[in-house]
């Protein structure tokens, strides 16, 4: 006889009659209240020292998160037509907000140790925001159009349609690594390359064509100091352990000083060690107070995030929201793998947040808009 526990199980995996999938809702709320939670003890030392509150961050990302929800609800509402009929104008608009980030007045720049000035905000006074978050998501649907129309419409079946957008992803890409974002430049060309290879584009020439990219790869990380200092910082993290690689250093401590079961939240060694442990680097803040068996918990959610979508996404009728939702998740996906291999020395810093815990209003509302979006092209009317 099955337990009631192995009923609920098998129906997780079940697709529902509901209009938009309840697993995948539920999933969202418990990692967006997770992330909450972990910014408690994870910014505590930074608000209290730079604002006198030790609650600060905290508060402030609350708000975010409100604000993140309700446009987490209206995307769940919006119909996927909108998206394809405007993808082309939202994609413009990520253009333009990319430009402004260099325009006195308008853009923020901030000047980092590594003596480079990073032009990544747009401050209107009341409100500052990363355009290059948003980017994600307009060349996700702006591509899943162009392929979309490419691969069924007859009078668009040659290579010369491809130019002008060709043009167009160029220019955004080579905004985004003007900032510079470098880490962002390859999640967006990477989510390209996905929907490119979901659309039919054989694999072999997908690989032929990322090697024929590496001399430029070289150039954009060895011609430019900053960047081949956190390859150097990278390769021997404790031989800069006093400057650039005290934030690895300081991570490898925190992942030990966990443990299996984690440490007290008032005695952790990243919360006073590791600079700005909120943002980035979150995850080892998390895994010193939780532990390894923590980690695996957190690993557990955003794995069943993952497939619970990738379940929806094969059911998905429509081939414009097959592209678009198989590219979101791809981005989130490629989010999580790439912080979680920053912070434990796998890969270089890229200055990659973590998904629903790292601070940032920006990225946190683009991931809910992600979801949102997700859980519309995922709705009961839009399988099979």
Known sequence: MESNQDNYFKDFWKIGKNSFDHP??????????????????????????????????????????GFGFLFFLVAINVPVQFYWKNSQILFLLSIVSLTLVFIPGIGRSVETYYGRNFHRWINLGFIQFQPSEFAKISTVLYVSSVLVRYKTEDNHHSYSFLVTPAAFVALLLLLVVAEPAFGTTLEILFIILTLIFINGFPLKKL??????????LFLLVYKVGYRKKRIDVWLDPYKYRFDEGHQLVSSFRSFMEGGFLGNPLSTGYSHR????????????????????????????????????????????????????????????????????????????????????????????????????????????????
């Open 24 to 65: 995948l809702v539920y999933l969202v709320i418990i990692l967006l209240f997770l992330g909450l939670g972990v910014l408690i003890s994870a910014g505590t030392i930074t608000s209290q020292r730079e604002y006198e509150d030790a609650f600060f961050l905290f508060k402030k990302q609350a708000v975010w998160a």
């Open 273 to 384: 060690y590791l600079t700005y442990s909120h943002t980035d680097f979150i995850l080892s803040t998390y895994v010193e107070d939780y532990g390894y068996l923590g980690f695996l918990f957190l690993l557990g959610l955003f794995l069943l995030l993952i497939t619970r979508t990738y379940i929806l996404l094969k059911n998905v009728n429509n081939l414009f929201a097959l592209h678009v939702g198989t590219g979101l998740i791809s981005m989130i996906s490629l989010q999580i793998i790439m912080n979680t291999f920053v912070v434990t020395g796998i890969i270089p810093i890229t200055g990659i947040s973590l998904p629903f815990l790292s601070y940032g209003g920006s990225s946190l509302i683009t991931i809910l808009i992600s979801m949102g979006i997700i859980l519309n092209i995922t709705k009961r009317e839009n399988l099979y």
């Open 207 to 216: 690989i032929i064509g990322l090697i024929a990219m590496t001399p430029l």
